[in-house]
């Protein structure tokens, strides 16, 4: 009998992708909720196995206010934030004392991310798995996508579906997905400007599909996207970028407010933390109040840091935006419009330089190893909360500063 094929579509980079295990520098099973499917909750709770029952007993839970069978029931972790079935050396003792097949959907599929769109599959991975930020973020050649074939008969979870053509998007932007999408990863890779230029000319381009959507034309988008890959193509935005003025205060103010947010809602990951601290340290947040010294600082840094950094390796930047361009099924996914997230887009570029800023001036340096641990530690303790991507939003929105013109600022160094 033949084998039923699936077709996936996914980034390059994700077919050498293998588990470190205890080698890695940190642990995906520490630091937040892993969620039971139903059949592995069951199974769980009838497993008569004298290593794993008392903490099966103790620490797997029924989700009480969940009624998908996703998520039937938890681990409860430690007080720690670990996951109780860790042993010393790291290791699952699930995996070892009951085999792979007793693994949750969660912890089997992590990092990796499936979404169904108009019927068909794409995986994607999250960078708060370190091993993601050095195959795929750190790669000079930038991400490409291919389509790869698997068995029908293996098991995925489906974390997101869209269906472009719904009843509900006649007449909205979401009809035009495709076009807007590959037009905005297209732009998000072109190398012939800089990145904070690439997301000033997408604000432009997001701006003006909001306008025709008011205007009743959504059926002009693919003729607009068209006009503008002409412009950008012959360089005719390149003076206006130019008169962007550079304002590193609204920055530092912005990325500090965000950072404050999450402090007072509490964070988990201890490496996040670090990074944090750090982050505040280098940029002498924590011995003045002085604005004008931070603000010094924050630019010494830059120049003397990043700056340099990023003239080899601002594709590390690139590469992360449009690794959560497609992961999020962006423009759309769960944002609420499509300006939410492009706000969503340009605060991940701003958040991820404040830290390499204040990091470098800490360290007196800026290499890949902190580069790898900003980018998975933050990733892990931002990008896995959607309520906490929601707030931010808000924030900004609710302060005035969702302006194009205020994201133009906020990338601009
Ligand atoms: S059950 Fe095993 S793989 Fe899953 S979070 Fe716990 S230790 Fe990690």
């Known amino acids: 009998m033949t084998q039923r094929k699936r077709i996936i579509l996914q980034p390059e980079y994700l077919k050498n992708f293998h ?5 890695c520098e940190d642990s995906c099973c520490i630091g937040w909720r892993v969620d039971l499917d139903k059949k592995t909750y069951l199974a769980y709770k009838k497993l008569n196995q004298p290593e794993l029952r008392l903490t099966i007993e103790k620490m797997v839970n029924r989700k009480h206010n969940d009624k998908s069978n996703a998520c039937y029931g938890k681990i409860k972790m430690d007080r720690n934030g670990k996951c109780p079935f860790l042993n010393k050396e790291n290791l699952c003792k699930i995996y070892i004392f009951a085999g792979e097949e007793y693994l949750s959907n969660t912890c089997t599929f992590y990092p990796r991310d499936v979404k169904k769109i108009d019927g068909a599959f794409e995986r994607s991975a999250t960078p708060s798995c370190p091993e993601i930020v050095r195959l795929g973020i750190l790669s000079l050649e930038g991400i490409s996508f291919e389509q790869v074939e698997e068995n029908a008969e293996e098991t995925i979870q489906i974390h997101g579906t869209f269906d472009t053509q719904g009843h509900l998007f006649l007449n909205k932007p979401q009809r035009f997905f495709w076009e807007i999408r590959m037009f905005s990863l297209c732009l998000l890779q072109n190398r012939d400007y800089s990145l904070a230029e690439r997301l000033v000319i997408l604000g432009i381009v997001y701006k003006k599909i909001e306008v025709i959507q008011l205007e009743g034309r959504v059926r002009d988008i693919p003729l607009m996207l068209e006009t503008m890959n002409s412009m950008i193509e012959a360089g005719n935005f390149k003076s206006e970028l130019a008169k962007i003025p550079i304002e590193s205060e609204v920055q530092m103010q ?3 407010t965000i950072a404050n947010h999450k402090f007072s809602l509490g964070i988990s990951s201890k490496r996040y933390m ?10 002498g947040f924590v011995e003045t109040d002085d604005i004008e010294q931070v603000k010094d600082k924050y630019d010494r840094n830059y120049q003397e840091f990043l700056r340099p950094y990023l003239k080899e390796k601002e594709h590390i930047l690139e590469n992360y935006l449009v690794n959560e361009f497609f992961k999020e099924m962006m423009p759309f996914g769960s944002y609420q419009s499509i300006w939410d997230s492009y706000i969503f887009l340009c605060l991940l570029y701003a958040m991820i330089k404040f830290h390499m800023i204040g990091m470098a001036g800490y360290h007196k340096e800026l290499n890949d190893e902190l580069v790898i641990k900003i980018i998975q530690s933050f990733t892990k303790v931002v990008l896995h909360n959607n309520q906490y991507i929601q707030q931010i939003i808000k924030l900004l929105k609710d302060s005035g500063y969702d302006t194009l013109a205020y994201m133009s600022i906020l990338v601009k160094n």
């Open 254 to 256: 912005v990325a500090k």
């Open 19 to 23: 588990c470190i295990g205890s080698d």
């Open 274 to 283: 670090e990074c944090l601290k750090e982050t505040f340290q280098g940029i």
